[in-house]
């Protein structure tokens, strides 16, 4: 009686590894130029079978009180319960729901952001990840790029203030960008 082989599993599990990894953001101030910050801690883990879509998933954590937008003023403020109310909501959460290809190096990510308690569906349209490749410690690595959008009213970020010629100080549109260098674990 022959007996059919189990297919071996694909999926490859990844760290974040947050020494070379980084998450930044942009938004539109005084209606004029964009403002860029980042968050210099994050963490998380990437589980990729590029055969099985479905099995992958991307769950994220973002340190807020990491902030820095080379403004110790500014960092301040946006801890604050005026935006991200660090001291009640010290993380920004990402898990994902759904991976779909995007083209021949990319994915279109779904999943679910928690800023300021607040969870809410967002897309990242990821570049990657790149081949493994094995540094010279014997680890093995890999790369990729995400960017989304969001309202950051949406994620009761509503603070804002009416400049004296008409507009606000701050716009409504998030730009986030996250580079991520990946270790293998398993």
């Known amino acids: 009686m022959s007996s059919t082989p189990t ?12 020494v070379h990894s980084s998450a930044h953001f942009k938004v539109r101030h ?13 963490s998380g883990t990437v589980k990729f079978d590029p ?12 340190d807020v009180h990491s902030i820095s937008t080379h403004e110790p003023d ?12 660090a001291e009640q909501h010290p993380t ?6 759904k991976i779909e290809p ?14 300021r308690g607040v969870t809410r569906p967002v897309v990242l349209e990821v570049t990657g990840p790149t081949p493994e490749i094995k540094d010279p410690w014997g680890y093995v ?10 309202s950051r009213k949406d994620f009761g970020l509503t603070w804002n203030q009416i400049l004296e010629a008409g507009g606000v ?6 730009e986030i960008s996250l580079e991520v260098e990946l270790v293998k674990t398993a």
């Open 74 to 85: 500014r960092d301040k403020h946006l801890k604050s319960v005026d935006f991200f109310h």
């Open 141 to 150: 690595r890999r790369g990729a790029e995400a960017v989304a959008k969001i």
């Open 102 to 115: 995007d083209g021949p190096e990319g994915y279109e990510v779904t999943g679910n952001l928690t800023l």
């Open 7 to 18: 297919p071996t599993p694909t999926i490859a599990t990844y760290m974040i590894e947050p």
């Open 51 to 62: 055969s099985n879509l479905a099995q992958s998933s991307i769950s994220a954590e973002i």
């Open 92 to 97: 920004i959460k990402f898990e994902s729901t």
């Open 169 to 174: 100080a701050i716009g409504d549109q998030i």
């Open 30 to 42: 005084l209606m004029i130029a964009n403002v860029r910050g980042e968050f210099t801690k994050l």
